[in-house]
């Protein structure tokens, strides 16, 4: 295993591709990234082992702005990217100030892939992931960055998407190594049952299905709703900005127990997400050739911050026995990190493959 | 006494009363008192002059007694009409007191009245703010009525167009048959096509399914084992073919193949992307700016395993 270490201001690449800098950190070669419809999330490991992951949410929005906003962001920790004059405040606090002044943010991301409508964010997106990427610790350094796969309900590829996130990598100074959203679920979650069973990724825009056999993806399929699509229509039937139900989402709800109006229409959404998610995977499984016939019941972990509302678990295991699944299952649980899991997997895969 | 002297209807008669407040709003400031004991006085020389003037004619004795009766009838007198005026003083002090008091409830009742116009006024201003609304409604009457005739129109529109499509939708069962005919049609031609392309796969690849792949391996295994006469150079061979097969998913973190990788060798210029940064119209504080970060659970183990099973599979166990 090759050894570098964070930073640009004194790296020095020995034979064995291990590299130095001033504080002595020595990190281990190869990256992490999620590139998730909602977050962007990078991983990497250090010599002792730790992980440490850096994430932001993907997006942004237009703001007016002087000198004097300028100075004020800095000085608020606030990332900001001024393109030909034209101010526009990124991640989190994109969101949080949506909220606030009751807009949506901008995505350059819609539905697990780049949005057709937001080709200007591309040299945005470049800069928030060189900022959670930082510069490769030695040139052609692997990153593993994950990505969909195809959609069955509905009518897109991923060729594009992946060409695109590449090439910003390459311009970056990696080696780009793309890897199936569910299959680093497989990577990060399933390790003690031989990466054998079922990952998925519940991410905002897609969810993603990974079955594995030994690591070895016998089936990966995606389907093209996701916790936007919940936000979305939470929005439409409440009269709501599709910001402020993701707020509402994420401050801690329960779909097992909802307490009002708006947590009952994200409970509803819920479940039919869940349900329909499960049908998918079923109908697939069924009309498929290359499903391995599974000497064991398997496990389905699930990740991705779209799980993270209090009570996913149940309710999945809930709809789940209201279909006739095709294969054994003996657990349904959670990732121990879902939102960091597909980082953490194509850190694997990327330490696996230095 | 028959020809006694009546001193007080004399008074009277001669006399008128006139008020105080008169005589001061006539200008009087002053005016001059004729007290009991003058009019007495008077009275009594009067008497005297007439009775001297006569005393050749009465006795002494005859006139004293004159002068004393005509006295005590004028003391009567002036005693009673004392009393009058002090009634009258009492019930003119009473006629004050009731006046005053009347004036203070007049005075509380206008003022009630000042209240009662304000309200009043309030009152009226309202109705007729309430009257000029309903003089817009009425004006604006005629034009709703007639946006109300046009949507019972359409009303009447839609509903006629529901009941024809209701009779289009009588059709859907025989429509729906037809086209379960033909899906079961192109089913069963798909279902061929499968057979095929299965077939096909099968005699071009061998079998893909990992799990087959062990099981085979299995067999081979143990045939070679048991001294079986297959040729063990092909055996040896078919191995090392199915080794590198599994051992090149496994290197390419399983999940793309190496032509899908091959795509992402290709240096893409994304030039049209990144105009803007050609440009250098791009000013940004992300990098003085600490993204946040966070510790996540260790992934040492799960890598262990995976580079002990991808060994595992190079090695062909």
């Not at chain 2, 006629?160 to 009779?167: E, G, K, Q, V």
């Amino acid at each position: 295993m090759a050894n570098s270490t964070e930073g640009s201001s004194v790296n020095m690449e020995n034979q064995h591709g291990s590299t130095a800098t001033k504080s002595g950190t020595r990190f281990e070669s190869g990256r992490g990234l999620d590139v998730g419809t909602a977050n962007l999330a990078s991983s990497i490991q250090d010599a002792d082992g730790n992980v440490t992951i850096k994430i932001q949410r993907n997006a942004f929005i237009d703001i007016d702005g002087d000198q004097y906003t300028r100075n004020m962001l800095t000085k608020l920790n606030v990332q900001y990217v001024s393109i030909n004059g034209k101010m526009v405040v990124i991640g989190d606090p994109a969101f949080e100030l949506a909220n606030i002044l009751n807009r949506e943010t901008r995505r350059p991301m819609k539905g697990g892939v780049i949005s057709p409508s937001e080709n200007d964010a591309m040299p945005i997106e470049k800069i928030l992931l060189e900022n959670l990427l930082g510069t490769p610790n030695f040139p052609n350094e692997k990153c593993y960055f994950s990505v969909p796969a195809d959609p069955i309900d509905a009518d897109f590829n991923i060729v594009y998407h992946k060409g695109v996130f590449g090439g910003i990598l390459k311009k970056l100074g990696f080696e780009p190594k793309p890897l199936l959203e569910g299959h680093a679920v497989v990577f990060s979650e399933l390790a003690e049952d031989d990466f054998t069973g079922i990952g998925i990724s519940c991410g905002g825009g897609m969810f993603n299905i990974c079955v594995c056999y030994k690591s070895i993806p016998a089936l990966s399929f995606s389907t093209a709703r996701g916790g936007d699509w919940i936000d979305r229509n939470v929005a439409t039937v409440l009269g709501i900005k599709a910001s402020r139900a993701t707020a509402i989402k994420e401050k801690g709800v329960s779909i097992v127990s909802p307490r009002n109006r708006e947590e009952e229409a994200i409970e509803i959404y819920y479940r039919n997400l869940i349900n329909y998610t499960l049908e998918a995977i079923k109908t697939r499984f069924e009309s498929s050739n290359g499903m391995p016939a599974f000497p064991e019941p398997i496990e389905i972990v699930c990740a991705g911050g779209t799980s993270m509302i209090g009570g996913f678990i149940e309710v999945f295991k809930d709809e789940f026995q209201s279909i006739k699944f095709p294969l054994q299952v003996k657990s349904i649980r959670h990732a121990e990190d879902p939102l960091f899991s597909v980082a953490k997997g194509c850190l694997v895969a990327a330490l696996s493959d230095a | 006494m028959a020809d006694t002297l009546d001193i007080q209807k004399v008074i009277n008669t001669s006399t008128s009363s006139v008020s105080i407040d008169d005589l001061n709003k006539k200008g009087f400031k002053q005016v001059k008192v004729l007290n009991q004991a003058i009019i007495t006085k008077l009275i009594g020389e009067a008497v005297d002059r007439v009775l001297s003037e006569r005393s050749k004619e009465i006795s002494k004795e005859e006139r004293d007694k004159v002068i004393k009766e005509a006295r005590t009838q004028f003391e009567t007198l002036a005693k009673k009409r004392l009393e009058k005026e002090r009634t009258r003083i009492d019930e003119l002090e009473r006629a004050n007191n009731s006046l005053t008091t009347e004036l203070e409830t007049l005075r509380k009742r206008l003022s009630a009245s000042v209240e009662v116009q304000a309200t009043r006024d309030q009152a009226i201003a309202k109705m007729e703010a309430l009257e000029s609304e309903v003089s817009r409604f009425r004006r604006e009457f005629p034009e709703l009525e007639s946006n109300l005739a046009r949507q019972k129109a359409e009303t009447q529109r839609l509903q006629s167009d529901l009941a024809h499509r209701s009779l289009e939708v009588e059709e859907v069962p025989a429509l729906r048959g037809t086209l379960q005919e033909y899906e079961k049609r192109v089913s069963l031609l798909e279902g061929q096509i499968k057979a095929k392309n299965e077939e096909i796969e099968r005699s071009r690849s061998g079998l893909a399914d990992p799990a087959t792949l062990e099981r085979l391996l299995a067999k081979v295994t143990e045939r070679v084992g048991n001294g079986s006469k297959i040729d063990a150079s092909q055996i040896m061979l078919t191995l090392d073919g199915m080794s590198r097969r599994l051992s090149n998913i496994g290197s390419s973190g399983g999940g793309l193949s190496s032509d899908v990788d091959a795509e992402l060798t290709k240096d893409f210029a994304l030039n049209a992307l990144f105009d803007k940064e050609k440009d250098g119209g791009i000013e940004s504080n992300v990098t003085r700016v600490k993204v946040k970060e966070n510790k996540a659970a260790g992934v040492k183990d799960a890598l262990a395993k995976l580079k002990k099973l991808q060994q595992g599979v190079a090695d062909g166990e």
